[in-house]
């Protein structure tokens, strides 16, 4: 990976452009994710007041009875948006769908351990638990590098 920094004096805001070969490194798709993680802000409601959220401090996502919940380390959001539109909002990032109504912040995962058929269950930095069904397991894996 090969990589240039110009400064250019009286442009108005930086312009960042990234080619990548068919095959990127795998130093090229770290350094994807972490802008994609810390450029983004995903809008919440708590207490009827509306909020912006770094998609770092959300451990998942879930959909419930049509409504979707974002589960940070010591609050939970309301979304406006769908799961699928938060699952295409976060695509290329540490965010995985584990399940048909939630998606998991693979970076937020202390432990993980097998369960039967085929199925994971993670523990979370909040505490808790959430099972990935067998059909999600692999592309968990790779997000989760194990």
């Known amino acids: ?7 250019r ?4 805001q930086t312009q960042l452009t990234i080619l990548l070969p068919d095959e990127p490194e795998p130093e090229a798709e ?26 770092e401090e959300i451990c ?5 009875d049509d409504r979707t919940f974002l589960y940070a380390d010591k609050a939970v959001y309301e979304s406006p948006q769908r799961l699928y539109q938060l ?8 965010f995985v769908r584990v399940s048909k109504s939630v ?3 693979a970076d937020k995962v202390e432990k993980v351990r097998p369960l039967l058929n085929g199925k994971l269950e993670a523990l979370l ?17 790779s997000k989760f590098e194990i």
């Open 60 to 64: 998942y996502i879930e959909s419930v």
């Open 103 to 105: 998606i998991l912040n």
């Open 30 to 55: 770290a350094l994807l994710r972490f802008l994609k993680k810390h450029v983004r802000k995903l809008t919440g409601v708590l207490e009827g007041y509306t909020v912006k959220i770094a998609p």
């Open 125 to 141: 930095s909040n505490g808790e638990r959430q099972h990935i069904n067998r059909h999600y397991v692999s592309s968990f894996r």
């Open 9 to 12: 004096p009286g442009i108005a």
């Open 87 to 94: 699952e295409q909002t976060l695509a290329n990032t540490s």
């Open 1 to 7: 990976m090969r990589w240039r920094i110009e400064r």
